[in-house]
Every structure is written in C-alpha cells, then in structure tokens.
C-alpha cells in the first residue's frame, strides 16, 4: 500500500533556480528516506532523516520533516541540468511495515 | 567498496515461459536483500526481502518467487510468466533493515 505521496508529479524549472519537492504520508514513522532515480536506472539513496530530527544537509540538499503535519520536503539549491530526474520519498513505519515508496516527483531542470 | 551487479538489463519473454533474474552483492557480508517491481512512471513495490540465506520473506501475493542459495546472491524466479509481469525489477541490498538501499541498474521485462 502507498504510504508517501510526492508533491508536485512534475516539476520543470531553469538551471540555477531552487526546486523544492514534497512528500506526504499517513501514518507515525521511524523514518523518511529521499532517494534519486535517472530514467531507466536504479535508485540512488540520497538522505534519511529520523522522525526525531526536523533538518538534515547534504551539499545542495536539503531535507525538512514536520512530525506533526505528516510532511517532508526535498529542496535542492542552485539546480542543474544534471539533476533531472524523478525523486522519490520513502517511509518505514512504526508499525513495522517494509519501507514504502511514494510514486514519485520528475524533475526536468531546463539548461 | 560495495558492489551490486543485476543482470540481464533487459529481457524479453512469451508468456508461459520461465525466469530467472540474478542479483549478486560484493564487499558485504550478511546483507539484506530486496526485489522491487516498478511500473512505469510509478514508485516501487516491494516483491520480497530476506534477512539471511533461505529466508524469504513475500509482501504481495504472486506468480513470482525467490531464494536466496548464498549469503550475497539473490534470485528472482517464476515457472510460467504472465503478461502482467511485464515490469523493471529492481535489486537491493542494505545493512540495516530498511535503511539506505543500495540498488542495482535493474531488469526491464517484457512478456509478450
């Protein structure tokens, strides 16, 4: 069952413009993880952040998790053409449920 | 350093014919292992994981199966496909239960 939902399914903007993603879930969590995919390819793992910590960084990203409106956001600063792809959120619940994927944000940052 | 290797990268196959995918891990021990099926255009769904060799664990009902002979292989098996298999398969592994996957290229699967 799809716990995390992506906001926006696309995203089209210019190289050098911030691109912020959403994800949206359900239930109490342990985590949320951000990973990358490139068409055709695998995922990439890019972030995990702990339901008790509310900012993590990691280069151009940048990761929030708000507990209590059941939401997480991916900003990536300064975009470049080489980050387009679909990202996507992923949540392992308390409940003990295996990690869930969202289905997805295609990002095309426009050269 | 860690490595993951899934082959073949695409596949085409009639329906009512078998499969086999293999996954195998390098530089790790003890992984777990993890199969996805991705629509296209859609997020990942789980298919089965294992914590260790001969235990597999199976998350949705299916004409798939899965076995895990050696520490850091992982296969993925059906005896007659369905058309409805058709899909990109994904392996993974991780050290902790859920946490930081590492994925394999994937297979993209055709049955016709």
């Known amino acids: 069952s799809q716990q995390g939902e992506e906001d926006p399914q696309a995203l089209s903007i210019q190289e050098g413009e911030n691109a912020t993603m959403n994800c949206s879930y359900k239930?109490?969590?342990?985590?949320l993880q951000w990973y990358r995919q490139n068409s055709g390819r695998g995922l990439v793992h890019l972030i995990l952040?702990?339901?008790?910590?509310r900012e993590k960084h990691s280069g151009r990203l940048r990761v929030t998790l708000d507990t209590s409106k059941k939401s997480s956001s991916l900003l990536i600063t300064a975009s470049r053409a080489a980050d387009t792809a679909s990202y996507f959120c992923?949540?392992?619940?308390?409940?003990?449920?295996?990690?869930?994927f969202g289905e997805g944000t295609q990002l095309t940052v426009n050269p | 350093s860690q490595t993951i290797h899934q082959w073949p990268a695409t596949l085409v196959q009639p329906v009512g014919s078998p499969l086999s995918l293999e996954c195998t891990v390098e530089?790790?021990?003890?992984?777990?292992l993890y199969w996805y099926r991705q629509a296209a255009g859609r997020g990942l769904q789980l298919l089965f994981y294992?914590?260790?060799?001969?235990?597999i664990s199976s998350e949705v009902p299916q004409n798939l199966s899965a076995s895990r002979p050696q520490d850091r292989q992982f296969i993925l098996s059906s005896k007659k496909l369905l058309l409805s298999d058709s899909g990109f398969y994904l392996c993974?592994?991780?050290?902790?239960?859920?946490?930081?996957?590492?994925f394999g290229s994937g297979t993209q699967l055709s049955v016709l």
């Open positions: 992923a949540t392992e619940e308390t409940s003990g449920s295996r990690l869930t």
């Open positions: 993974a592994w991780s050290v902790v239960v859920d946490e930081k996957l590492f």
């Open positions: 239930t109490s969590i342990n985590n």
């Open positions: 530089g790790t021990s003890n992984p777990n």
């Open positions: 294992s914590v260790g060799i001969g235990q």
């Open positions: 952040i702990r339901s008790n910590e």
